[in-house]
């Protein structure tokens, strides 16, 4: 779950269970495929495909299993792999925006299952651009504190394109242009700092808190939609504070 704010770490933690890490494994395969289609299977010369197996393999996608996506994605398999990448936007609760990202082989399935898994959970369709003004695509480093300080991590990437380093929890997010992910990246690899994610993602301008009650409406309603086999991302500037969280785990 994205959305840089206090709850996705704590979303991130639960998701280890087996159906949360089989649709993570679907959405890496995806990727894999739309970048081998895009840009052949030979990954030095197509570093799309390079992060996108590289990710795989981190996240402990198995081998074959990646490389069937690689043939299948450059059409060496002969099936045909064709994906269409459509944002819908909805508000939640407590006037709480979301952007549902998806990547889908079937227009219609996705239009009709994301709608009612919008409407069925709380949620309101919202028209094209209404809600997508108050998002930007960042490049955004996710990784944890141990012992470093922000300062440290300044030090490490302003060069290679940091914009500013956010404290959230016990984590550090980096943020960056989009063009200027990977050298980000790089610069945290020569330093010796590990660390857990790096993606483009839309990130809101401001964030709305969300109390208990909405909250819990809030959480069903992302739940629904990442469950979704078309949905890769959702993200939101929905804030539930570490006490509503607390209060939510106590039900």
Known sequence: MSGHSKW?????????????????FAKLIKNIEVAARAGGADMAGNPALEVAVSKAKKTSVPNDNIDRAVKRGAGLTGEVVDYTEIIYEARGPQGSALLIECLTDNKNRAASEVRLGITRNGGTVADPGS????????????????????????????DAGADEVKESGDSFEIHSEPTDLRAVVAA??????????????????????????????FLKLADALEELDDVQNVYSNADISAEVMAELEED
Request: charge should be negative; hydrophobic fraction near 45%.
């Open 8 to 24: 996705a770490t704590t979303k991130h933690k639960k998701a280890i269970l087996d159906s949360r890490r089989a649709k993570a």
């Open 131 to 158: 809600v997508a003004y108050l998002f930007s695509r960042r490049g955004v480093v996710g990784l944890p504190k141990k012992d470093l300080t922000e300062d440290d991590l300044l030090m490490a990437v302003l």
């Open 188 to 217: 945290l690899e020569e330093a010796g700092i590990e660390y857990e994610t790096d993606e483009v993602e839309f990130v809101p301008s401001m964030q709305v808190q969300l109390d208990a009650a909405a909250a819990r409406k």
